[in-house]
């Protein structure tokens, strides 16, 4: 029997299920191939309980929601002040692919914006690419409950066609903040990126945060708490990049998008959501996702302001 849950969430699928505006994102040639017109809203509650409706087994690409995540395991490896000097928690006010970084520090503004992300993945600690990356790995795969796989074409799409973030890199290599090469940082970046989940387990990362960095499904403590509640914090300010203070004003939940077509928003102490539908709008946030929060935070009253 479908739960009271499950049925409620169905309705605001059928609600928005022939919303038809925005466009997958075609500029990783690969994003451009995927069927636009896939659709799923997954809640993971704290406790665990989970509810998906529509789409739920497809699987996409984590894209920019892997950002909180390396921003996290920054944090978690070299402690608040390291972190703080080489990256900023200001909204940029810019578009997610600007270089967005400060005139006088050559800080990226905050870690959600590519150049903030590719910087964060700098400091993710470990002896070689491989291990740094496996570590990024097992931390998403330990929020999600499953280990996660990577999408190889999404990974060579991007690695072949992401000038403008290579361009971010050598930016920032310029000003100091990477301190290495930045062609096997950002490719460790590009490969975050393409980390393939579908939307259940977007949901259980989502209630990771809303647990304060206990994964609901194995109960295990995966990230420090004090951890969590600072990014959550930046993901309330930068998450929906341009378009955060329009979230911020209608939802009211920390998030963070991708231009796979995830969206997920942490309600703390209490559940994740997760959507996926493919067509973006200009900021490169889900058309259909964001108006699904919308939705879900009015009429379950989620707003935390
Ligand atoms: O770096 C990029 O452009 C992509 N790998 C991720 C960007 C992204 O997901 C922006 N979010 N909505």
């Not at 059928?14 to 636009?36: F, M, N």
């Not at 939802?251 to 997920?264: M, T």
Request: hydrophobic share 45%; proline share 5%; net charge negative.
């Amino acid at each position: 029997m479908r739960s009271i849950v499950e049925a409620y969430l169905s309705d605001v699928h059928a609600a928005l299920r022939d919303e038809r505006g925005g466009a997958v994102a075609d500029y990783i040639p690969e994003l451009a191939a995927v069927p636009d017109d896939d659709f799923a809203i997954a809640l993971c509650t704290t406790d665990g309980a989970l509810y998906a409706v529509g789409d739920a087994d497809v699987p996409f690409t984590i894209q920019s929601i892997s950002k909180p995540f390396t921003y996290a395991l920054a944090l978690a490896d070299h402690g608040v002040a390291a972190v703080d000097a080489k990256v900023g928690v200001e909204p940029s006010g810019d578009a997610f692919n600007e270089i967005s970084l400060e005139p006088d520090t050559g800080r990226p503004r905050n870690p959600m914006i590519n150049a903030g992300a590719i910087t964060t993945a700098s400091l993710v600690a470990g002896g070689d690419d491989e291990e740094r990356f496996a570590r990024v790995r097992a931390l998403y795969s330990a929020c999600a409950g499953r280990t996660l796989e990577l999408d190889e074409a999404v990974f060579g799409s991007e690695l072949e066609s992401g000038h403008r973030n290579r361009a971010i890199g050598y930016m920032l290599r310029t000003v100091g903040i990477l301190e290495d090469d930045p062609e096997p940082i950002v490719a460790r970046y590009f490969r975050q990126c393409a980390l393939r989940l579908d939307v259940r387990d977007l949901a259980r990362m989502a209630a990771t945060l809303a647990a304060a960095g206990i994964s609901p499904t194995t109960g295990e403590r995966v990230l420090p708490e004090a951890v969590v509640e600072r990014t959550l914090g930046v993901m309330t300010t930068c998450g929906m990049y341009d378009a955060a203070g329009d979230w911020v004003t209608a939802v009211g939940l920390p998030a963070k998008s991708g231009v796979g077509g995830g969206i997920l928003a942490v309600l703390p102490g209490q559940l994740g959501i997760a959507i996926f539908s493919p067509r973006l709008d200009a900021h490169g946030n889900s058309v259909r996702g964001v108006a699904a929060c919308q939705r879900l935070a009015r009429e379950m009253e989620l707003h935390m302001l």
